[in-house]
């Protein structure tokens, strides 16, 4: 057979996909250019799609390695001494080579950049003149001539081996198998470096994946990782790979010296581009996750590069595979491979501009958080909301930014993020990045600091560290007093009075929330004031003032409305909605509970989802409805308060779960879930409000008939030796068996799922991590979490491995 195909040492690994696909493609063009940035497995792909194709070529396969070809009118030549075995210098246009191509003729040029005005000229002479040839292009940018198919490559699927965790059972199977391209092609090159690498022992899958998702599935880079295996732990290589790129280093004699290391392929591509175009990649890996255009030219534009230019530049930067073109709903986002922006981060540090760049990023996005302040508490809060998660990854790189150079203005960022964070549930990084800030307080302005200390207070509030919350706002108080900052004050009195609230001081609470109330009333702050009548409401509710609720709360509904605020309206809505159930208006608790969840998920607003969905779990029990509609509602109202750290209203759905499903189906769970919930309210010093206790009463009644005294304290007694989460994952599994019996969850409708979430289940379902789903989305691991959380809860799915079986039967998935 005629041609000149290399030999492969080793085997391709994860591209049966891409292959299938292209060997479709390559009967459709003449032309079919493979790009992708350095060490995207081009090369290795294209021989393969080429030995896959040859025998339906009779002229043969002709492999061109161009790599070492540096003028473009060579290129003729290299073609002809190839194919030809001759040289053409006496006559060295392409006509001639055309001329004497042999017929049917599959022609693949590999590593086309550093020639491609020689490979373009090329292409488009020969398939003038020879009908009956193909072409197929390895390159870092397209060739730019007529006809050309461009496949961009991507890095190989970076998931672990569907269906384990690290919970599984050894059962001597290869690690290897099931897995995505990405982790497979690992173990397999780390198998060949070392006899003794074991893919099956604890914690190696799981930090292969972490390694693999990093590197955004790039072969070149994972073979590098996997080299390194005989002298570092995978867990190592996991660990320096985030900081130093000096890890990815090949020590094969054989191999091209660019394919020794990351830096070394990279510095290939960078050597091609103009100055002004390295300036602009360079200042581009200050961002992180995506960016848009405008972001773009706001922080990288000045200094030899005109804002009027960043957009060819960018164009060229996408042209050579190193930027990456994002799709997105309202216009296209850019982002870089983690690989090459560790490499143009480097470059851009080499210099005087980082900290000059690195300014501008946090000031743009310093200003896009001041904009946004006001707009997520208005009518347009859902949209703000969507683009502080777009931005999310890059606001925190500002806020680390600001929090080394410029602490007061960090201060300022993390107060701005604080409704963000709050809405979607971003509880642990808000108490993280406020406590850092405390931890310098010394070195914030006086009015900062102030506010700091009020939403550090409220964060640790939230997520019932009482004492704490009450240290952070009563200093908050102390400070406010001597600046005169009336707002702060009010906030902080609302916060202390939300303490006394879920510790059952019914009468404090009052107190405090009525003098917050006065003082928005002299600011004429109507948000604040409807705000603290709903606070007012809540109270009353709780400790079983039903009238003064209503009255209260249905005068922050009505201000909320007129003011656009979305996120308050529910809560509001919330707060009439259990009015309306504890005096047993079930219709009009129901259609009050639904609004509020309605605008609570549209928002993505986590709190206000699970207190929803919990009330509107108790309005289902006491409508006589069968237990399993009213379960996985309690089920995934439980798993949001967990995923919060809100302890206080966990465990008050914990009691629902008890009463309402274990008693009647487990006792013995039931007794050991009550414990549990009382041993956290005495932790808290909550009690359980009046409104709730009836039916906590009802259910220790019930257990009192059904398991005698010795049974009741033995069950007791287990519970004191269990951990919370122990508790929570008992409930979650026991409403999962009922749920399971009763055949509720395959047989009902399928769930409401969001588009992003539709996105985050097929990735799922397909064995990513959170980090690799924030990667492939371009989302940050947090947000994946919450989805992923989210359609757990919406399935009814307790581990990752049943929502596949689950989403296949509901037909949620696309057909593969």
């Known amino acids: 057979m005629l041609g000149n195909l290399p ?14 696909e292209l060997r479709s493609l390559v009967w459709r063009t003449r032309v079919l250019t493979m790009c992708g940035p350095g060490g995207a497995g081009k090369t290795r792909l294209g021989i393969a799609l080429a030995e896959a194709i040859r025998p339906d070529f009779v002229g043969g396969a002709w492999w061109i390695d161009l790599s070492t070809t540096l003028e473009p009118g060579l290129v003729t030549q290299v073609v002809a001494a190839t194919i030809l075995d001759r040289d053409l210098s006496g006559d060295p246009v392409p006509a001639a080579l055309a001329r004497k191509l042999p017929e049917s003729t599959l022609l693949i040029l590999d590593n086309c950049e550093q020639v491609i005005d020689g490979c373009a000229e090329l292409v488009v002479a020969l398939l003038e003149r020879s009908p009956s040839l193909r072409v197929i292009a390895t390159s870092r940018q397209p060739l730019g001539v007529p006809g050309e198919q461009v496949w961009r490559v991507p890095g190989l699927a970076t998931g672990q081996p569907s269906g384990r965790d ?20 690992f173990i397999e090159r780390a198998r060949e470096a070392s006899t003794a690498f074991d893919p099956d022992a ?21 073979e590098l990782a996997a080299a390194r295996v005989p002298v570092l732990s995978v867990g190592q290589i996991a660990q320096r790979i985030e900081r130093d790129s000096n890890v990815l280093r090949h020590t094969a004699r054989t191999a091209p010296e660019r394919h020794r290391t990351m830096d070394a392929m990279l510095d290939w591509s960078h050597r091609m581009l103009e100055p002004a175009e ?20 706001r922080v990288c534009a000045g200094y030899q590069l005109d804002i009027a230019e960043v957009l060819d530049l960018l164009a060229v930067l996408i042209d050579r595979s190193l930027v990456q073109v994002v799709d997105h709903a309202e216009e296209p986002r850019y982002r870089l491979l983690a690989t090459v922006r560790q490499y143009a981060a480097a470059r851009l540090w080499d210099g005087p501009e980082g900290p000059t760049v690195h300014s501008r990023h946090a000031e ?61 549930g971003y509880y642990q990084e808000a108490r993280t990045r406020f406590e850092q800030l405390l931890s310098r307080a010394g070195e914030i302005s006086p009015a900062r600091r102030a506010r700091v200390l009020v939403s550090a207070g409220e964060v640790a509030f939230l997520q019932c560290d009482y004492g704490v919350a009450s240290e952070h706002l009563t200093a908050a108080l102390d400070a406010v007093s001597e600046l005169g900052d009336q707002r702060a004050t009010a906030t902080a009195l609302q916060r202390l009075g939300s303490i006394a609230r879920e510790q059952a001081r019914y009468d404090e609470a009052r107190d405090l929330h009525e003098r917050s109330l006065a003082i928005w009333q002299e600011l004429g702050d109507e948000d604040g004031i409807a705000a603290s009548h709903d606070y007012l409401g809540f109270v009353a509710w709780l400790s079983g003032d039903g009238q003064g609720a209503e009255e209260h709360c249905g005068e922050a509904l009505e201000a909320f409305r007129r003011t656009g605020n979305l996120r308050a309206t529910a809560t509001a809505l919330i707060n009439l909605g ?27 607003f986590q709190e206000a989802i699970a207190w929803a969905v919990h009330e509107l779990a108790i309005v289902t029990r006491r409508e006589r409805r069968p237990a399993g509609e009213y379960a996985p509602m309690l089920r995934e109202a439980l798993l949001v308060h967990q995923q919060l750290g809100d302890r206080w209203r966990l465990t008050s759905v914990l009691e629902e779960i008890a009463g309402a499903v274990l008693v009647r189906h487990d006792p013995t769970l039931a007794a050991e879930v009550l414990a549990a919930a009382e041993a956290v309210r005495d932790q808290l010093g909550a009690p359980i409000p009046p409104a709730e206790a009836p039916d906590r009463d009802s259910a ?36 999962d068996d009922l749920d399971a019996a009763a055949g509720t969850r395959e047989d009902s409708a399928a769930p409401d799922l969001t588009a992003r979430e539709l996105a985050v289940l097929e990735l799922l379902v397909q064995g990513h991590t959170n980090r690799e789903i924030a990667s492939m989305l371009y989302i940050s691991p947090s947000t994946a979490g919450v989805h992923v959380s989210n359609i757990l809860r919406k399935l009814g799915a307790k581990r990752r491995v049943d929502a596949a079986g689950i989403a296949h039967r509901m037909g949620l998935l696309r057909p593969s």
């Open 364 to 424: 743009y996005f310093l200003d896009l958080a001041a904009a946004a302040r006001t707009g997520v508490d208005g009518p347009h809060q859902s949209r703000w909301l969507e683009r502080l998660e777009l931005e999310h990854d890059n606001l925190e790189a500002a806020l680390q930014w600001l929090s080394e150079e410029s602490i007061d203005d960090g201060a300022r960022l993390a107060r701005l993020l604080w409704p963000f964070w709050y809405q979607r």
């Open 7 to 20: 030999v492969q040492l080793t085997r391709l690994v994860g591209r049966d996909d891409a292959l299938a």
């Open 202 to 222: 604890p914690g190696v899958l799981e930090n292969v994946g972490r390694i693999c998702q990093w590197l955004d599935g790039m072969p070149l880079a994972i």
């Open 700 to 735: 220790l009644e019930q257990l009192a008939r059904k398991l005698n005294a010795a049974k009741l304290e033995a069950a007791r007694a287990a519970a004191r030796t269990h951990t919370l989460e122990f508790a929570i994952d008992q409930a979650v599994e026991a409403i």
């Open 578 to 604: 259990a009015c309306a159930l504890y005096r047993d208006d079930l219709t009009l608790a129901r259609e009050r509970l639904e609004q509020a969840l309605a605008s609570a998920r549209q928002l993505g």
């Open 278 to 297: 390295q300036r602009l990649f360079r200042r581009l890996s200050v961002f992180r996750g995506s960016f848009s255009l405008a972001a773009a030219e």
């Open 166 to 185: 690290d919970h599984r059972e050894t059962d001597g199977t290869d690690g290897a198998a099931g897995a995505d391209g990405a982790v497979a092609l």
